[in-house]
C-alpha cells in the first residue's frame, strides 16, 4: 500500500499543502518547529483517526480554524486505487470517506493504511508500560485476525459489567454467570494473541541480531495471567482480591511482552541508540511478517532518522529499510543526515513555517 497523494488542510501549522509522492522514500527536511512532525502525524492520522502526539483534537487543528481536512489517494499492490478522506472538528467528530462514500469507521481506515510508526516518543514501546506493548501486539492481532477487535470488545463490555457487580457481590457465585461468558472468550484472545507473537518473536529476534549483535534478546509473552492455569479457575482464584478491589486484577486486559537480555529488562540494561535500534527491529518485523502475509506492504513513518544514532547503525537501518521495499517517510533537520540513503526515484521535501517545497 502506498500514498500516491497527500492533501493537508488546517494541520497544526500546515495551512495547506499538496504533494505527491514517491512509492519509496520521502525525504522531508527543515529546521526545528517547521512542521516536520506535523505531516508526519498528518499521515499518521489518516491511518487511525488520531494524530500520535495528541489525541484532542482541538490542539491538531490549525489556531483558528474550525476543522482539519485530509484527503489521499492511495494504490496497493494490484494497482487497485482508493481515495480516502477524513475531516475532524474541534468537537472530534470524525467523517470519513472512502471512495467517495461517508459513512465508515476509523477500523475500515487502519484496515486500508496499515501503518508502522518510529518517533522519539516511541520508546515508551520498551520503556513504558505494559499498554504500549499490547498495543504492538493488538496491531498484528487487528490486521491478522479479523475476528479480533469484536471479541476483544465483547471482553471489554463484560469485564465493565462484572467490575460493577463486584461492589454489590456478597459471594462469588454471582459473577459465576459473567465468568462463564468471559473464561471462553479472555481464552480466544490470548490464544489468538500468542499465535501472533508465536510468528513474529523468531523475526524480532533475527533483527536484533542484525542489528546488536553483542546481544541475545529473549522475548516472552505474558498472557496477563499465570500460563498453566485456564482463566475461569484464575477468576475464581482471585476473587476475594478482585472484591477489595471492585476491579478484575488479572487476565488479557493486564498481557505483556517481556524483552530481556541476559534476564534483564532491555530498558534498564541498553543505551537510548541501541534502545531506539531495539524499537525499529520490532515495528520493522511486524512490518515485514504483515507484508509477507498479506502481499501488501506497510508505509513506515521514521520521525527524526539520525537522532541518537551514529554513523555506522543509520547505515544498518537506511539498507533493511531499503530492503523493505515499502514506502517511508523519513523527517530531517538537515539534509547531510540523508544525503546517503537518497536514491533516484527519492524525493525530498522541504518545510520552512509550515510551507513545503
Ligand atoms: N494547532 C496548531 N496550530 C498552528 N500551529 C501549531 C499548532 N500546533 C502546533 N503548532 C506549531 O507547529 C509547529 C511545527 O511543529 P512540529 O513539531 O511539526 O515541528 P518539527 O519540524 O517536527 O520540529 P522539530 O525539528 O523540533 O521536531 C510548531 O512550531 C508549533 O508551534
Ligand atoms: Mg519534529
Not at 495528541?54 to 489521499?72: D, G, K, T, W
Not at 506493548?133 to 465483547?154: K, M
Not at 523493505?324 to 522541504?350: G, L, R, Y
Request: glycine share 6%.
Amino acid at each position: 500500500m502506498t500514498l500516491s497523494t497527500i492533501n493537508v488542510h488546517h494541520f497544526r501549522n500546515i495551512d495547506y499543502a499538496k504533494l505527491a509522492l514517491s512509492p519509496h522514500f520521502n525525504f522531508i527536511v527543515g529546521d526545528n518547529g517547521s512542521g516536520k512532525t506535523s505531516l508526519l502525524e498528518a499521515i499518521y492520522m489518516l491511518g487511525h483517526g488520531r494524530a500520535f502526539r495528541h489525541a484532542q483534537s482541538n490542539r491538531i487543528i490549525q489556531h483558528e480554524q474550525p476543522e482539519l481536512v485530509l484527503f489521499s489517494e492511495i494504490k496497493n499492490t494490484n494497482q487497485q486505487v482508493h481515495s480516502i478522506g477524513l475531516s475532524k472538528s474541534r468537537n472530534n467528530e470524525n467523517k470519513i470517506k472512502i471512495d467517495g462514500d461517508e459513512g465508515f469507521r476509523l477500523a475500515d481506515l487502519a484496515k486500508l493504511l496499515p501503518i508502522q510508526l518510529v518517533t522519539p516518543e516511541g520508546f515508551d514501546l520498551l520503556s513504558g508500560g505494559p499498554k504500549y506493548r499490547r498495543a504492538f501486539t493488538d496491531w498484528g492481532c487487528f490486521h491478522h485476525h479479523p475476528e479480533f477487535v469484536q471479541l476483544w470488545n465483547n471482553l471489554k463490555r463484560l469485564f465493565k459489567q462484572r467490575n460493577a457487580l463486584l461492589k454489590q457481590a456478597h459471594s462469588y457465585k454471582q459473577l459465576l454467570p459473567w465468568d462463564k461468558e468471559i473464561a471462553p472468550l479472555a481464552e480466544k484472545i490470548s490464544q489468538i494473541r500468542a499465535d501472533y507473537l508465536q510468528h513474529i518473536f523468531p523475526q524480532i529476534i533475527q533483527t536484533c541480531r542484525d542489528f546488536l549483535p553483542e546481544y541475545q534478546l529473549n522475548c516472552q509473552y505474558y498472557q496477563g495471567w499465570d500460563h498453566g492455569i485456564n482463566y475461569s479457575e484464575q477468576l475464581q482464584k482471585q476473587y476475594d482480591r478482585d472484591k477489595l478491589l471492585n476491579y478484575t486484577t488479572l487476565g488479557p486486559h493486564k498481557a505483556d511482552i517481556k524483552l530481556r537480555i541476559d534476564n534483564i529488562p532491555v530498558e534498564d540494561l541498553l543505551s537510548r541508540g541501541q534502545l531506539k535500534l531495539m524499537m525499529c527491529a520490532l515495528r520493522l518485523s511486524q512490518g515485514e511478517y504483515y507484508s509477507k502475509q498479506n502481499s501488501q506492504s506497510c508505509i513506515y513513518l521514521i520521525d527524526d532518522f539520525a537522532s541518537e544514532l551514529d554513523h555506522n547503525k543509520r547505515d544498518l537501518l537506511a539498507k533493511r529499510l531499503k530492503l523493505a521495499n515499502s514506502q517511508v517517510f523519513i523527517t530531517a533537520v538537515n539534509q547531510d543526515q540523508i544525503t546517503h540513503m537518497i536514491d533516484e526515484n527519492d524525493k525530498i521535501f522541504h518545510i520552512k513555517s509550515g510551507i513545503i517545497s
